[in-house]
């Protein structure tokens, strides 16, 4: 069983994950971790911790000369903040209790604050924030790169674009297989936009808040301008998609086995997202059956497949062999730099909530993170499905698994 823990606090000594479950002789390459921690990093609306911070993960365990051993994998990413904050966050007894230097008891709302003190019964939100903290992500993205090297071994990438942030969204294309006056469009393989995945990302990458339409991008950075000059911030939407996934992954039999609730659970889990849709998702529910479920067709060669989809290469729980198609809703960021009313946890009177360094936008980097729990997902879903203590025996498995579904 693939499983991973991070910990760390933001503004701790650093953040550790570790990986169990990778098969022997996956091939690591470190560059790819911090090729991806780096992304993560990006994004137009970005705060000033950015400027801090050049995230490179170490490898502490579980790899021998670039290749996986089979044993735990343990990773960590150093905060170069934590020369400022180590006596904030020292881990040794203060000397004169309780002079806590940095205490937060104007809870934030929308961050993790209020219900966290109440429920650990904590006088100092810090205790919360800096766990709540989406520094997090970081320990995230390097879980979810080994990962997708795993899946990248299986045939499957994953790419991601933003397609809203704040007001700006990028327009449905008509070519989107949801289009109701398209019941049947011969939609691209890979996804919306007639793009590939893989052209969408391309494009995306150029942007500096990681959208694929040039006019978007650009209303998008004016939107996040005029947010920050407001002292407030904004969310948006990542869509994720992931190419050459075999169908069967996940199954129908029990609740907690069905591979949309499982990436459901791995996207909603990320900070402030708010709402995850699979293909045409809410869409959906505003459409008739016949402009919705993707009509079934087959070729020699080419076996079972679909001009359109709107499922988003999930039904019954299951890949279903088409492109995965997953999308998450970010919640504007909740420090904002003109807070919200509050109320003080010591005096109980009303004030404005605390401002802590933040980001008037993460959606950019959302993206990124949501690629890295997807990734982690399928990873999860291909060694449930196909087992392997080593990567051959992995690739010996799928490999007869993918010519019994062209020999039948
Ligand atoms: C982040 C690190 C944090 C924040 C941000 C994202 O660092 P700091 O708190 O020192 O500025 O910048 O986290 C939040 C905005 C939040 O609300 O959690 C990161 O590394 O992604």
Same mark, same amino acid.
């Given at each position: ?203 995306? +990458? !150029? #942007?500096?808040? @990681?959208?694929?339409?040039? /006019?978007?991008?650009?209303?998008? *950075?004016? $939107? ?127 004030? +404005? !909530? #605390?401002?802590? @360094?933040?980001?008037?936008? /993460?959606?950019?980097?959302?993206? *990124?993170? $949501? ?38």
């Amino acid at each position: 069983m693939l499983r991973y823990l991070t910990a760390g606090e933001s503004h701790g000594r650093g953040l550790v994950t570790l990986v169990e479950g990778l098969p022997a002789g996956l091939p690591v390459d470190l560059t790819a971790i911090n090729e991806q921690l780096h992304r993560r990093q990006q994004g137009y609306g970005r705060g000033g911790r950015m400027r801090i911070e050049q995230d490179q993960a170490e490898i502490l365990s579980g790899v021998r000369h670039g290749e996986t051993l089979g044993s735990p994998v343990a990773l960590v990413v150093w905060n170069r903040d934590w020369d400022n904050w180590r006596e904030v966050m020292s881990p040794e007894a203060l000397a004169e209790p309780p002079a806590r230097p940095r205490t937060v008891t104007r809870p934030r709302p929308g961050h993790a604050d209020l219900a966290g003190v109440l429920k650990f019964d904590r006088a100092d939100a810090r205790d919360i924030l800096e766990r709540s903290s989406a520094r997090e992500t970081a320990a995230r993205v390097a879980a979810g790169t080994l990962a997708r090297l795993l899946l990248r071994q299986a045939g499957a990438e994953v790419y991601s674009h933003v397609v809203r942030i704040g007001p700006v969204a990028v327009p449905e294309d008509p070519g989107n297989p949801g289009n109701p006056d398209s019941p049947d469009s011969p939609d691209s393989p890979d996804g919306p936009q007639g793009l590939s995945a893989r052209d969408l990302a391309e494009r995306a +990458e !150029a #942007s500096p808040v @990681r959208c694929a339409d040039p /006019a978007a991008s650009q209303a998008m *950075v004016q $939107a996040i301008d005029e947010a920050k000059a407001q002292g407030t911030s904004l969310g948006g939407v990542a869509e994720v998609l992931v190419t050459g996934l075999p169908p069967g992954l996940g199954s129908h039999v029990s609740w907690d086995r069905k591979l949309d609730g499982l990436l459901a659970q791995a996207l909603m889990s990320i900070q402030s997202v708010k709402g995850v849709e699979v293909g045409l998702g809410f869409a959906a529910a505003g459409l008739p059956g016949h402009q919705v479920h993707d009509a079934i067709y087959f070729e020699d060669g080419r076996g079972f497949h679909r001009r359109t989809n709107r499922a988003g290469g999930l039904e019954g729980g299951m890949t279903n062999g088409e492109t995965l198609v997953v999308r998450a809703a970010f919640k504007p960021i909740a420090t904002l730099y003109r807070p919200l009313a509050t109320v003080d946890l010591t005096t109980h009177q009303a004030v +404005e !909530a #605390s401002v802590e @360094r933040s980001d008037t936008c /993460a959606v950019p980097a959302g993206a *990124v993170i $949501a690629e890295a729990v997807v990734a982690f997902t399928l990873a999860q879903a291909f060694l449930e499905k196909f087992g392997g203590d080593s990567l051959t025996e992995f690739l010996r498995n799928l490999a007869a698994y993918r010519r019994r579904l062209v020999e039948r």
